[in-house]
């Protein structure tokens, strides 16, 4: 389960994007590709394992889920997931557009 | 920067950032790739479900070029060498990672290895990666292509359940073909599947136990690194 390992660079990512601010950390934002070989539920409870002790301990985690689309290079017809990858008319392989995210997106502090 | 206030003496403040998480790992596989390319060695991550056939495919390699003296391997297991020992014994410089529970290797657990590894006339580095389909496929470790092995015996429809493993590949290696007379088992079928979750599928039928069975095989690692080569 490499979940646990994608949260331990997290909450480094975090860390180093704190910096020296004296601030909390009140929220999380991630963005995961459907094909990027991160499963959401375990990711979230890597985080609730992992976040103690460390500056996520008391924030929040969202994580948007981002669908796995598939399209020509050259004409840019979209071409379903689960479809033979190979577009119709231009026999061009097909080209992932986005879904491979594994991103920090932001992160929210409480600044006093 | 827009701020929203909590209450009288704490307000939050976003951070737009968009940064990879895995971004140190890819630093990392970043500077293993450049140092191999640098030495003019062409670099294999090799994935494949346990049983797979990865380490036959490479005792056999290693046979093909006539023991190995242009090939090194780490091998990555949770538990033992008994993988990198078998490469040794066919000729291959090796190393073994033992990665515990890690379900997969990183690009610095390879860094660390290549210090350990006499590279002097290799050409070709293979990283056996832990027997699992789905976690290797999310670390960069500074590859120059992707291989999947796929045995016939695992099922026609295991890269449509897979479909981040294969879709990253730049190979496949469908193995142990020379058991196909004794199995159910229609190779359209797979190639149907394979197509579904890569664009542009590369496939190589090997039996890895067979004289001559990883031919094929060897004639794409030339092919690969020479274009490689020319590139550079």
Redesign the interface.
């Known amino acids: 389960?490499?979940e646990y390992?994608?949260v331990q660079?997290?909450v480094?990512?975090v860390t180093a994007?704190v910096g020296s601010r004296q601030?909390s950390v009140?929220?999380v934002h991630?963005a995961i590709g459907e094909?990027?070989?991160?499963d959401c539920g375990l990711l979230t409870t890597a985080y609730e394992v992992f976040r103690a002790g460390t500056l996520c301990e008391h924030a929040a985690l969202t994580i948007d889920r981002i669908p796995a689309r598939?399209h020509c290079p050259r004409c840019h017809m979209t071409i379903a997931a689960?479809?033979?990858?190979?577009c119709a008319g231009c026999n061009e392989?097909?080209?992932?557009a986005s879904g491979d995210e594994?991103?920090?997106?932001?992160?929210?502090?409480?600044?006093? | 920067m827009c701020t929203d206030n909590r209450s009288d003496d704490v307000s939050v403040v976003p951070i737009e950032l968009q940064t990879r998480i895995l971004a140190r790992n890819d630093g990392t596989a970043a500077h293993n790739r450049e140092h191999l390319r640098g030495r003019g060695i062409f670099t294999i991550n090799l994935m494949g479900s346990p049983g797979s056939g990865k380490t036959a495919v490479l005792e056999a390699t290693a046979h093909a070029f006539h023991g190995g003296a242009k090939l090194a391997a780490i091998a990555g297991d949770l538990a033992t060498e008994n993988d990198a020992m078998r490469l040794v014994r066919a000729g291959i410089r090796s190393r073994a990672i033992k990665t515990g529970q890690a379900c997969h290797l990183d690009a610095e657990m390879v860094h660390h290895e290549l210090h350990h590894l006499d590279l002097n006339g290799v050409e070709y580095l293979f990283i056996e990666n832990v027997g699992n389909l789905v976690c290797p496929a999310v670390y960069d470790l500074g590859q120059d292509v992707n291989a999947v092995a796929l045995s016939v015996t695992e099922g026609e429809d295991k890269p449509l359940k897979y479909p981040t493993m294969f879709a990253k590949a730049d190979v496949v290696l469908l193995t142990k073909t020379d058991l196909l007379p004794h199995l159910h088992v229609d190779l359209t079928v797979i190639y149907q599947a394979l197509a579904r979750v890569m664009p542009d599928p590369v496939v190589i039928p090997l039996a890895s136990q067979q004289p001559g069975g990883v031919e094929g095989w060897i004639e794409w690692l030339k092919q690969r690194r020479g274009v490689l080569q020319a590139a550079s």
């Not at chain 1, 689960?82 to 190979?86: E, I, Q, S, T, V």
């Not at chain 1, 392989?93 to 992932?96: F, K, R």
């Not at chain 1, 920090?104 to 409480?110: A, F, G, K, M, V």
């Open positions: 389960m490499h390992s994608i660079s997290l480094d990512s994007a601030a009140h929220e991630v094909m990027a070989g991160v598939w689960g479809a033979f990858l190979r392989p097909a080209q992932l594994i991103v920090l997106q932001r992160i929210e502090l409480e600044v006093a």
